[in-house]
């Protein structure tokens, strides 16, 4: 078996837990591909005892490896998805971040997560991405997000108007900030932050929310991800931003964005005793009520 992994720098008091996960794997006799910056990094204080293969591309990682895990934030497993695009390599995220919903498994549970991995006591859970197609292909071949595309303004604190239309009927027309347009997986992201709802995977849904609207009647609003999205906007300084998951890009307002459902999902290795409810509920708190 050959187990990918990719990660950010993080914090010194997490040294420990990634060693344990290193050392355990080569205990296992698994073949380690490691992306070659988090490699530099690593091997400053871990000491392999094997050669480890390195990769930089999606190329490099497809075909090559069985599973890929994802050490830091949710942020880091989002970079991840650049590099698995359709190659349908799952995915486990390690959270060394903060509150992890996607990366949901804890530093003290790295044990009970490998052990489940090697011995096939897992679910795959398949998670639906965006796609972003605009006339000056503006993201390459990386126009595609996990979580989601958001549209904002860019150098003003004038707000934006975004046109939007769904499947070529008419919607609305917002007057805002900014625009979310959000996967299932993307609901306790920026969405939720903007105060949209909490989607449960699976259910097929995208979420368009509004970044702070000046009209109080608009509100987020749940529609199939079948469906085609077509936004216009319009801005005084002719420039706007959008972005697909962290990676943003100027364009000018003349450009369309049609935004649908991609081609290909994401595979996430859920571990036992780790499903989306108990993610949730424990990150969010909610139980803990003193009257329950």
């Not at 040294?15 to 073949?31: A, R």
């Not at 972005?243 to 996430?268: G, M, T, V």
Request: hydrophobic share 40%; with cysteine.
């Amino acid at each position: 078996m050959t187990i990918a992994i990719f990660g950010t720098e993080y914090p010194e008091q997490f040294n420990k837990y990634i060693h344990h996960l290193i050392k355990k794997l080569e205990g296992e006799h698994i073949n380690l591909l490691i992306e070659e910056e988090f490699y530099s990094f690593l091997k400053k204080d871990i000491r392999f005892k094997k050669t480890v293969n390195t990769f930089n591309n999606y190329d490099q990682l497809k075909d090559n490896a069985d599973f890929l895990l994802s050490i830091g934030g949710d942020g880091t497993l989002l970079k991840a998805v650049t590099y698995i695009r359709d190659s349908e390599i799952p995915i486990l995220g390690i959270n060394t971040g903060r509150l992890g919903f996607i990366s949901s498994v804890s530093t003290d549970q790295i044990d009970a997560a490998i052990n489940d991995l090697l011995k096939n006591n897992y679910t795959i859970n398949e998670r639906t991405l965006l796609e972003l197609n605009t006339t000056n292909n503006l993201f390459m071949n990386k126009n595609f997000a996990l979580n989601e595309v958001a549209v904002s303004k860019k150098d003003t604190s004038s707000m934006i108007r975004i046109d939007a239309f769904v499947d070529e009927e008419y919607l609305n027309t917002y007057w805002a900030d900014g625009l979310v347009v959000s996967t299932a997986t993307g609901s306790t992201g920026y969405s939720l932050s903007c105060g949209g709802p909490i989607i449960m995977p699976g259910t097929n849904n995208i979420i368009i929310t509004p970044n702070a609207p000046h009209n109080l009647n608009v509100r987020p609003i749940v529609i199939s991800d079948n469906s085609i999205i077509r936004l216009k906007i319009e801005d005084r300084d002719q420039l706007a931003l959008v972005s697909l998951d962290a990676r943003s890009r100027a364009f000018d307002n003349k450009i369309e964005l049609i935004i649908k459902k991609a081609k290909f999902k994401i595979k996430l290795v859920q571990p036992q005793n780790n499903s989306f409810t108990t993610t949730i509920r424990n990150k969010l708190m909610w139980g803990l009520d003193k009257r329950n």
